[in-house]
C-alpha cells in the first residue's frame, strides 16, 4: 500500500525493492542517501523494514552514518515539565492523563512560574538547551495563554540561552501567532499516529485536527516539533506509512516516544515493541528522514534497556533527559554518562538571550 502523503511513484521505484540480497539493499540505499542524496520511496522503506534480524546491525550502522552526515556528531538535549497534569477531555487511548478513562493520573492546576523557573534553571545546568512545557488540554484558553506567555518571559529574562517550547493542544491562528510573539522557540504537536491508523487512537479529535495546528505552527516561524508512538497496535507498514507522512510536514524535530501501556488506559494491555524492531524502526525513520532531528523520548528505557546506545547509534541525534510526564525516565547522569561515553558532544547553546 502506498500511504496518500507519500512521494512515491513508479518511475522513482528504485531497484532497492527489486534488489533480491540484504546487502544490494542497503548498498542501493547508501548510494541513494549518502551519494546521490537522493529521498527513499516507500516501496524501498518496505524492502529495508523487511531485511532479516542479521541484517540490523548494518541497517544501524547506515542509518547512524546518514544521521552523522546529514546532522552532525552534536546531540540536543531537552528537558520537559509538566504545567498541568491529567484532566484532559480528550480521549487518546494510549495517555493516563485523559479524564475519560478514569485512570492513575490525578489533575492539577497550572505549575506555579516560581516552580517553573526553578525546574528551567535546573535543565540549563545539566547543559540541556530546551525546556518544554507541556499542558494536558484540548487546547488553551485565555488563561492558560496567559500563564504560558508569563512562564515563558520568566525564563527569558532568568535563564540565559535556554530556549523555551511549549505543547498546548489544538491553536487557532490567533494563539499561534501570539505564542510566537511571545518567544516560544519550538511548538510540540505530535501527529501520533499514521494517519491510517488514527481512529483508533482517538475519537475526539482527528488526525486533520492536528494537522492543521502543525501547519500554523510552521506559518508563524515557530519550530515544530511533531512525532508520535510506536507500539499502538498499528502494523509495521503503518510505521513507514507514518514516518513519510512526518517528512511531508517536515518538522524541525520528531519525538520518538514507544509505548509504555498505562494501567486504566484503553491500550493498558500492548504488549511493548520489541528491542530490535524499536532499533529497526528508529533507524527506518532516519532513513526516511535524513536531515530532521529525530529525538528518543518516552518509554526508550523500558523498551530497549542495555539496547539503548545502540539507539543512539541508529540515527537518534536528540534525547529527552529525566522524567516524563507520568512516567520516570532515566536519570540525568546516566544519559550524560551514555552520551560521553558514546563520545557525543552535547549540541552548544545556539542563542545567548
Ligand atoms: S494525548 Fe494530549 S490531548 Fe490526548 S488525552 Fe493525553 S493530554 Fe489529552
Known amino acids: 500500500m502506498t500511504p496518500p502523503d507519500a512521494s512515491s511513484t513508479l518511475a522513482e521505484k528504485t531497484s532497492i525493492e527489486l534488489a533480491a540480497e540484504p546487502a544490494e539493499i542497503l548498498r542501493l540505499a547508501e548510494q541513494k542517501l549518502l551519494v546521490d542524496r537522493e529521498s527513499i520511496t516507500f516501496e524501498d522503506a518496505i524492502a529495508i523494514q523487511q531485511l532479516p534480524d542479521d541484517q540490523l546491525g548494518h541497517l544501524a550502522d547506515l542509518a547512524h552514518r546518514v544521521r552523522l552526515d546529514y546532522c552532525g556528531e552534536s546531540v540536543e538535549v531537552e528537558s520537559i515539565i509538566s504545567g498541568k497534569t491529567g484532566g484532559c ?13 478514569g485512570s492513575e493520573v490525578a489533575p492539577t492546576g497550572f505549575i506555579p512560574p516560581e516552580q517553573l523557573l526553578a525546574a528551567a534553571e535546573a535543565t540549563a545546568e545539566t547543559g540541556a538547551t530546551e525546556f518544554c512545557i507541556v499542558y494536558a488540554v484540548r487546547g488553551p484558553d485565555r488563561r492558560l495563554m496567559d500563564h504560558v506567555i508569563e512562564c515563558t518571559k520568566l525564563v527569558h529574562d532568568n535563564v540565559p540561552g535556554l530556549e523555551v517550547a511549549a505543547s498546548l493542544g489544538i491553536l487557532t491562528p490567533e494563539q499561534a501567532k501570539e505564542l510566537s510573539d511571545a518567544g516560544v522557540h519550538r511548538y510540540n504537536h505530535n501527529l501520533e499516529a499514521a494517519k491510517s491508523y488514527f481512529p483508533e487512537v482517538c475519537s475526539t479529535h ?28 498499528e502494523t509495521r507498514e503503518q510505521r513507514i506509512e507514518f514516518a513519510f507522512q512526518l517528512a511531508a510536514l517536515e518538522p524541525h524535530e520528531v519525538p520518538m516516544n514507544f509505548l509504555n501501556p498505562r494501567p486504566g488506559t484503553p491500550m493498558e494491555d500492548r504488549e511493548l515493541v520489541s528491542p530490535t524492531e524499536a532499533i529497526r524502526t528508529i533507524a527506518l525513520f532516519r532513513l526516511i528522514m535524513p536531515a530532521t532531528t529525530i529525538r528518543y523520548a518516552g518509554g526508550r528505557e523500558i523498551t530497549l534497556g542495555d539496547l539503548q546506545e545502540m539507539g543512539m547509534k541508529s540515527g537518534v541525534n536528540a534525547l529527552i533527559t529525566g522524567n516524563y510526564l507520568t512516567t520516570l525516565g532515566q536519570n540525568v547522569g546516566n544519559d550524560l554518562g551514555m552520551l560521553e561515553d558514546l563520545k557525543m558532544p552535547i549540541k552548544a547553546v545556539s542563542k545567548v538571550l
Open 89 to 101: 477531555p480528550e480521549d487518546c487511548n494510549f495517555c493516563s492523563q485523559s479524564s475519560v478513562f
Open 206 to 233: 482527528t488526525w486533520e485536527d492536528r494537522m492543521e495546528t502543525c501547519e500554523l505552527v510552521r506559518e508563524t516561524g515557530m519550530e515544530l516539533c511533531s512525532g508520535g508512538i510506536i507500539g499502538l497496535g
